[in-house]
């Protein structure tokens, strides 16, 4: 069967994580389940990444120029992650936080410092979610900007 985009709806649950609307796509015989989706934007850039129906995947981006790093090490991280990261990592640490706790539709919900960065190397990392476990994560660079992809 052929999807046009205009078939694909995409809505927000309660708390603003996105999802494909099944009824539409059901009203057009489709049987199987939508994907999971996940979708970010920063600094006028766009980013959605989908998984199969089951899976969960959270996706972050952010603008590198203008971060306030002394605010962000110590409002997101704990002292070991700070040691962990050093200052060129503290943007990949916070996209890493951000797209685990998408992945388990929860957010930051104002609580960094809740979702510890376990392991932290060059294009990867882990971290804990509170009541999810291990989350690992991909990070990478480009353009000026920094972007983690969680998928479990």
């Not at 996105?18 to 057009?28: H, Q, S, T």
């Not at 603008?63 to 060129?88: D, K, Q, S, Y």
């Amino acid at each position: 069967m052929l999807l046009l985009p205009a078939d694909i709806e995409i809505l927000a649950d309660a708390a603003g994580k996105p999802f494909v609307n099944p009824e539409p796509l059901a009203a057009l015989g489709v049987a199987t389940p939508a994907p999971a989706i996940t979708l970010t934007h920063s600094g006028g850039a766009a980013l959605a990444a989908a998984a199969p129906a089951g899976r969960v995947i959270g996706i972050d981006m952010e603008v590198e120029a203008g971060v306030n790093a002394e605010a962000l090490a110590n409002g997101a991280f704990g002292e070991g992650e700070r040691a962990m990261l050093g200052a060129g990592g503290l943007l990949f640490g916070w996209c890493a936080k951000e797209a685990a706790a998408k992945a388990h539709g929860q957010g930051l919900n104002g609580r960094p410092q809740s979702f510890v960065l376990s392991a932290f190397g060059g294009e990867e990392a882990s971290v804990d979610v509170p009541g999810g476990g291990p989350v690992a994560v991909k990070l990478a660079r480009e353009g000026g900007r920094v972007m983690a992809l969680a998928l479990g």
